[in-house]
Structure formats: C-alpha cells, structure tokens
C-alpha cells in the first residue's frame, strides 16, 4: 500500500486547511488510518484516526473540537480538515495505514506511511 498525503500549505493564525491521504490501493477500505504530525525539532505526535468504516475516530486532546478525520472509500482517501490552526500546529503531517488494529498512538505501530505534508501557521 503507497499512501500519498497532500493539502499542506502556508495560512494564517484562525484559517483552516484541508489535507488527504490518498492510495490507488483497493484493500485501502480494510485500513484504518492515522494522522500523525511532526514539528519542527520535536518528536512524531499522533493527531487522529479513523476506523476502516468510518464509524468511530479518535483525536489527541491538543485538536480536538478543530479537527475532524473522515474518509471517502469509494475514493480510497481520507481527509484531514484542520480549523482554527494555531501557530503550534506547524508541522510536517504524515497519515499511516493499519489493519486490523487502528487508532494506535504509537507511530512505531505502524509501517506503512505516506510521505509528509507541511502545514505552517503564521501568526
């Protein structure tokens, strides 16, 4: 499975961005899938998740009420909406694939991976 995540961008304090996680992989729809972020000289941080089916999500406190993951099977993506973004939101954002586990806050629970996206908010 290849994941590719895109939607990162430069936006100001408040503004909101988008960000997917996409694959051409058909057993994608078996996967849950995790966000997870890294900021500048920190260590990887888990951010949300989603359950295969899309019935249940988690999220780290820090983005809860701001964030919300969901996914579109029929297009094999899963989307990541970011509001209110604050300046320590900056970060290079990665989604990761499990099965049959999901939701796991450890990212070495994982290996399959798609490249990063920065997001960097400007005060």
């Known amino acids: 499975v290849q994941l590719q995540a895109s939607g990162g961008g430069s936006v100001q304090a408040g503004g909101s961005l988008r960000l997917s996680c996409v694959t051409s992989e058909r057993t994608f729809t078996t996967y849950g899938v995790s966000w997870f972020r890294q900021p500048p000289g920190k260590e990887r941080e888990f951010v949300a998740a989603?359950?295969?089916?899309?019935?249940?999500?988690r999220y780290a406190d820090s983005v809860k009420g701001r964030f919300t993951v969901s996914r579109d099977n029929a297009e094999n993506t899963v989307y990541l909406q970011m509001n209110s973004l604050n300046p320590e939101d900056t970060a290079v954002y990665y989604c990761a694939a499990s099965r049959p586990s999901w939701g796991r806050r450890d990212p070495g629970a994982y290996n399959l991976w798609g490249q990063g996206t920065l997001v960097t908010v400007l005060q």
């Open positions: 989603i359950h295969w089916s899309g019935s249940s999500t």
